[in-house]
């Protein structure tokens, strides 16, 4: 969890970096995302023929009909357009876009559903959890994220939310809120 929270906060530093349009600023931002990468690890960059060596083991392997491990998003158009995430190589995806087309409700029922397959982490550089999990709820129940954040939710939608909640607590899923992540 420690390694999550370390490589969101360079990443955090490499977007900040991105935004200011200091090109000097981002080389140094993506070395130490580098560093931290590696660091997991231990290992440093390796020789291109290596990674050569290593995909046609699995793409023969593969051709033996071994087991391909690949984690569905829930998005099945998506999924194919992937071929699914492979779990053991390690995916970071990155959104982005405008202010409201919809990244966060996208990536967290992403997420969500992938847990279900594999622990994993949510990492928001602009939105607090609190509001993260109002947007999550408001998928997984149809009622409006204003109303949540402004209390205007009746007793038959609190017990809905509180439903919801409950059925999360198994999954294995960890959020890290942006306000502990200083860049």
């Not at 935004?19 to 931002?29: E, F, H, N, W, Y």
């Not at 970071?92 to 967290?108: N, R, V």
């Not at 109303?147 to 205007?152: D, E, I, S, T």
């Not at 909640?165 to 942006?178: E, F, G, I, S, T």
């Amino acid at each position: 969890k420690a390694y999550f929270v370390e490589l969101s906060e360079k990443i955090g530093k490499v977007a900040q970096a991105i935004s200011s349009g200091d090109g000097v600023l981002v080389d140094q931002a993506l070395e130490k995302l580098s560093k931290t990468a590696r660091g997991v690890g231990g290992k440093d960059m390796q020789h291109v023929s290596e990674w050569a060596e290593l995909a046609l083991e699995t793409i023969e392997s593969r051709m033996n009909r071994e087991e391909v491990p690949v984690l569905k998003t829930g998005l099945r158009d998506f999924d194919d357009r992937i071929e699914g995430l492979d779990p053991n190589e390690g995916t970071l995806i990155l959104l982005c876009g405008e202010p409201g087309a919809g990244k966060t409700i996208l990536w967290s029922q992403m997420c969500f559903h992938m847990a279900t397959q594999k622990p994993g982490g949510l990492f928001s550089l602009e939105m607090k959890s609190r509001r993260m999990m109002y947007r999550a709820f408001s998928s997984m129940t149809d009622i409006s994220s204003w109303k949540m954040r402004k209390g205007f939710v009746n007793q038959n939608e609190l017990s809905s939310l509180v439903q919801e909640a409950d059925n999360l607590k198994d999954l294995p899923l960890y959020v890290a809120d942006p306000g502990h992540l200083d860049t």
